[in-house]
């Protein structure tokens, strides 16, 4: 079991560090806890924060899925700083460095630092509405290419976690991971669990002994302790597991046991629906809107370069209320005219869908919007100058499509 885990693990953190180094990929955008940041701006303002997208809500989804069946295994097989941590562990206890048993009473109390952790990084997201932790996240350490936009603090929480893995259990899943107090409510009555029957248990104690979250498994009937990373540790260590002394599955009206085929088999279930979710189904990442919608509107999509985070689609939608000759908003008092945009910023040519009244502007109009000068008038002070959008859209040329208007005209 242990090695097959293994194996999993490999994969994901291999996975990661690819896409980071060779591929240069935003590993971000796959982060499920981005998810949790990020679900009151979007669903209030309809905006991501920048370098996320939707599909941190799809692998939420799917983490959450997978937590409510299997407990949190995503910790155990997937979680890159639960992989490294682990690791470095067994090569401590392999190496024969002293190694520190908590107890019970303060690994509890302990544990209550995790919800602290992700009250605190809550709080300074809304506040700030931007990853506020980002600089200082040991998970940003590993995936950031070590960016301007990291910080020193990064280092030294990732630098704490190593050399308390060296001697203590996985430390940071155990009491100060955000993540983990997410899942704990789900994991708490998660589908899976061990089952201890103890006519055939040999009260040897090796399946506690094992337990990287120090669950007393050889004291319960059955394991429903949120902390449970469904690992399999304690079934592999115990030597009547054969016998039916320790066993890993549903509850029994589904069945005595699964196998660990099982257990992988949703893992990678659950990650690859919701990895097909954010290629099948790209929700926008920014929607923005202004005006009351008409009965008919019309939809012009197009692909625009220099859209790379939620600061540039503000700055577009800005564009697109312009009150000049390219205007799509309205600049006659009492009047709204509308307009939404939906966009998908990204690093290259950015999708975007904008949603207009027919009545007042067309399609040439809306692009016009998108690439010509705005002249801005601001405030009382009469300050004026010319405003030069940032963005190009693929296969259109303003002075082209000048040109074309001139010979239509002629």
Not at 3 to 17: D, E, G, M
Not at 186 to 215: F, T
Not at 349 to 366: G, K, M
Not at 387 to 401: C, K, R, S, T
Request: charged share 15%; with cysteine; net charge neutral.
């Amino acid at each position: 079991m242990t090695k097959s885990r293994r194996v999993v693990q490999f994969a994901f953190l291999a996975l990661t560090l690819a896409g980071v180094f060779l591929l240069g990929a935003n590993c971000e955008l796959w982060c499920p806890f981005g998810g949790v940041e990020a679900l009151h701006e979007y669903f209030t303002e309809g905006t991501m924060l920048c370098s996320l997208g939707i599909s941190n809500f799809y692998l939420l989804g799917g983490v959450l899925a997978m937590t409510l069946l299997l407990r949190r295994a995503f910790c155990s097989h997937v979680c890159p700083v639960g992989t490294v941590s682990e690791w470095l562990g067994k090569g401590s206890a392999a190496a024969r460095l002293p190694q520190l048993r908590i107890s019970g009473g303060v690994d509890r109390a302990m544990g209550l630092l995790k919800y602290v952790v992700l009250g605190l990084v809550l709080w300074a997201t809304l506040s700030t509405r931007e990853l506020a932790f980002r600089g200082a996240c040991p998970a940003y350490a590993l995936i950031s290419r070590h960016g301007t936009d990291i910080t020193a603090w990064a280092y030294v929480v990732a630098g704490a976690i190593v050399l308390v893995s060296l001697v203590v259990v996985l430390p940071f899943c155990r009491w100060f991971c955000p993540l983990a107090a997410v899942l704990n409510p789900l994991s708490r009555v998660g589908l899976a669990r061990v089952k201890r029957e103890g006519v055939s248990c040999a009260d040897c104690g090796r399946c506690a002994d094992v337990c990287p979250m120090a669950i007393a498994v050889d004291q319960l009937p059955q394991v429903t302790a949120a902390r449970c990373t469904s690992c399999l540790s304690c079934v592999e260590a115990c030597p009547k597991a054969r016998d039916g002394a320790l066993r890993w599955g549903p509850p029994g009206w589904l069945g005595a046991r699964w196998s660990q085929a099982v257990l992988l088999g949703v893992v990678g279930m659950c990650l690859g629906a919701a990895a097909a979710a954010a290629y099948m189904v790209p929700l926008p990442s920014y929607v923005k809107s202004h005006g009351t919608p008409p009965a008919e509107t019309a939809t012009v999509e197009m692909l625009v370069s220099n859209l790379n985070c939620r600061g540039r689609a503000n700055l577009l939608f800005w564009y697109l209320e312009r009150d000049d000759m390219y205007q799509l908003g309205s600049t006659v008092p009492n009047e709204s005219r509308y307009v939404k945009l939906e966009a998908w910023p990204g690093p290259d040519w950015a999708r975007i869908r904008v949603t207009f009244d027919p009545a007042a502007a067309d399609a040439d109009t809306v692009r016009r919007a998108v690439t010509e000068p705005y002249f801005n008038l601001r405030g009382d002070q009469l300050e004026t100058r010319w405003m030069e959008p940032p963005f190009g859209i693929e296969g259109y040329d303003p002075l082209a499509a000048d040109l074309d208007g001139l010979d239509s005209h002629d």
